[in-house]
């Protein structure tokens, strides 16, 4: 009997205990901080980092293997638009020059000579032409002989001959004129090669060879920039493809300058995506640059990609998600309760809230440590 008592009221601790340990862990009430949520402007902004880089960037290399002569442009050095920046050796394409133009002055002076030669050509074909015909009227009429006739309608034929002789040899001439003309031209051409001449105003940015460096074709002498178009290019998450767009306002960091923001615009999207890091690339145009920078220099921007004004927001962190659906812990009737949300902007520490709460809701802080409290009192 004794041992029963004892058995049922161990029992009953036991049962107590669990009723207290149940209660203090699903019904009892939970210490709590909560706050009111209020209106307020909010701009989306898309993070990037990347460089400062050049829209053009060209290298000045020759177009024939030869010796660097002289260089008129170092890094550093600001150009104008067909600068000399420097010249390759030229001997060997001059001294060709030279020899194509004197054989062209020889060709020339050929054609003189075969137009005056043509001139006295024609002059005894006119006359031996009159003298054939004369004889012809004469031998009709019986007062030339036939021998006559046969001589002067010979030297009509030479001269005719000789004629045509002449004007070929002058159409020779003028083919081999154009030819040296063709030549010159090339030679030409090769010696302008020899010069190399800023494509753009711009700014050298390396110089790769010195003077005095045997230099081949596609080969730097030094890169230059067109300063034009200096942009950030940046690297953005490949999720904000469908919010970014050029004329999109942007905010530069430089990391030289961490305390200062330059303000340009979006030129231009890329059209592929890095397929190891699943970003893609984005050009953002300056309104202005530092007053000392380089190319490469590493920066960050931040991209507005979106704003609404006076809208209902709440700190991002209290936000939860449930199956793929936004929820968030407020106060009702006192207790702990929680609601599934329409969201919409969301910046980097706020989100817009289109439903699901009210202005003079209360949400619950600290969510983390409410996941489970749904329905338990708040303790005051």
């Known amino acids: 009997m004794k041992r029963s008592v004892k058995t049922l009221v161990g029992l009953a601790v036991v049962i107590s205990i669990a009723a207290a340990g149940l209660y203090r862990f699903r019904f009892a009430p939970v210490s709590a901080k909560t706050r009111t949520v209020g209106r307020e402007d909010l701009v989306k902004t ?9 829209k053009t960037r060209v290298a000045i290399s020759p177009q024939n293997t ?27 394409i001059t001294q060709q020059l030279k020899v194509a ?28 032409r009159a003298a054939f015909h004369r004889s012809e009227r004469l031998l009709k009429n019986h007062a030339d002989s036939q021998s006559n006739f046969d001589k002067n309608r ?17 159409a020779e001439m003028q083919v081999s004129l154009t030819r040296h003309r063709a030549q010159i031209d090339y030679y030409r051409s090769k010696l302008a090669e020899t010069r190399l001449h800023a494509p753009f105003a711009g700014l050298v940015v390396r110089r790769n060879r010195e003077q005095g460096s045997i230099v081949n074709p596609g080969v730097s002498i030094m890169d230059m920039i067109d300063t034009s178009e200096i942009w950030a290019s940046v690297w953005v998450d490949e999720a904000a493809i469908s919010i970014l767009n050029p004329g999109q306002n942007a905010q530069v960091i430089f990391r030289a300058l961490p305390d200062r923001r330059f303000p340009g615009k979006i030129r231009r999207t890329s059209r592929e995506t890095d397929r190891e890091t699943r970003e893609y690339r984005v050009d953002i145009a300056l309104d202005r640059l530092p ?55 969301q910046t980097k520490d706020k989100t817009e809230v289109i439903s699901g709460l009210a202005e003079t809701d209360r949400v619950v802080l600290e969510p983390q440590k409410h996941l489970s409290h749904a329905g338990r009192r708040i303790e005051r």
């Open 66 to 92: 030869g010796l660097l002569v002289k260089l008129y442009a170092d890094q550093g050095d600001t150009v104008k638009a067909g600068q000399l920046l420097a010249v390759m050796s030229s001997e060997d």
């Open 46 to 54: 898309v993070f990037g980092t990347g460089t400062l880089e050049p």
């Open 154 to 170: 010979e030297a009509f034929l030479v001269a005719a001959a000789a004629l045509e002789q002449a004007n070929k040899k002058k």
């Open 101 to 128: 133009e004197a054989e062209m002055a020889v060709t020339r002076a050929g054609l003189d000579r075969i137009d005056s030669e043509i001139a006295s050509v024609k002059a005894s074909l006119e006359y031996a």
């Open 291 to 345: 007053e000392n920078w380089a190319v490469g220099q590493r920066l960050e921007v931040y991209i507005e990609a979106g704003r609404k004004k006076n809208c209902l927001a709440v700190p991002t962190p209290l936000i939860r998600w449930r199956e793929n659906t936004p929820v968030i812990f407020v106060e009702e009737n006192g207790k702990i309760a929680e609601r599934e949300l329409k969201i919409g902007i």
